[in-house]
């Protein structure tokens, strides 16, 4: 069964309206190390690509090194690990595959996730768009949230990166069906990521922004 997705029109009093994607989608979790897809240049309209890290977790300044998953140098930074601001409110990343969207329109997008199933059932989560996967489902809006430890999924950037794969299963888990709206991304999370979307202004406020 195939959740549905309700898509609202956002910022009419300005000077160009915009969609923000809102509905139902599913959660799963990942670390595969490798260059996220939105640190590529000209992916989308943002400010500057997602940054990335050499295998010492140094920032590159190149946003074309190509990955440590295709024989590059180029990885994930451990800071975008998810933490938690309060009981009730977490940050992170994730990869995304959203639908009737693109990566045009999900790099850097920010979306606030209400869990209504498993542990994380009435608490929030806000995450920014990083990456996005051939093994993610559009159809179901999906949000493969950036977790350490959470399995490498289809790609193992880690083996290069630490000279040995991490333990663990390669599928991190499904978590249960969860509701979404895209949102101003909070300063936080850019501030890691080094990209915001031109757009970014014309979203309503993240919870507790």
């Not at 990335?52 to 180029?74: F, R």
């Not at 790099?107 to 051939?134: D, R």
């Not at 159809?139 to 290069?160: Q, W």
């Amino acid at each position: 069964m195939h959740p549905t997705i309700t898509t609202v029109l956002l910022g009419a009093a300005a000077a160009s309206s915009v969609f923000a994607a809102s509905g139902n989608g599913v959660t799963t979790r990942y670390w595969d190390c490798c260059k996220p897809s939105c640190s590529w240049s000209g992916k989308a309209p943002v400010s500057a690509p997602v940054l990335t890290c050499d295998a010492s977790d140094n920032p590159l300044a190149d946003p074309d090194v190509k990955s440590g998953c295709d024989g590059g140098s180029a990885y994930t930074c451990s800071n975008f690990s998810p933490w938690a601001v309060d009981d009730n409110l977490a940050y992170g990343f994730a990869a995304t595959a959203i639908g009737g969207g693109s990566e045009s329109s999900w790099c850097c997008a920010c979306y606030q996730l209400e869990f209504t199933s498993g542990p994380a059932a009435g608490k929030t989560m806000i995450v920014q768009s990083t990456n996005t996967g051939g093994d993610l489902n559009a159809g179901s809006n999906h949000f493969d949230i950036l977790m350490p430890g959470g399995g490498v999924g289809i790609f193992d950037g880690c083996a290069s990166e630490f000279g040995h794969s991490l333990p663990g299963q390669q599928y991190g888990g499904v978590a249960g069906r969860d509701e979404f709206t895209q949102v101003q991304c909070p300063a936080e999370l850019t501030a890691i990521s080094g990209c915001v979307r031109d757009d970014d202004g014309e979203f309503p406020a993240a919870l507790g922004v």
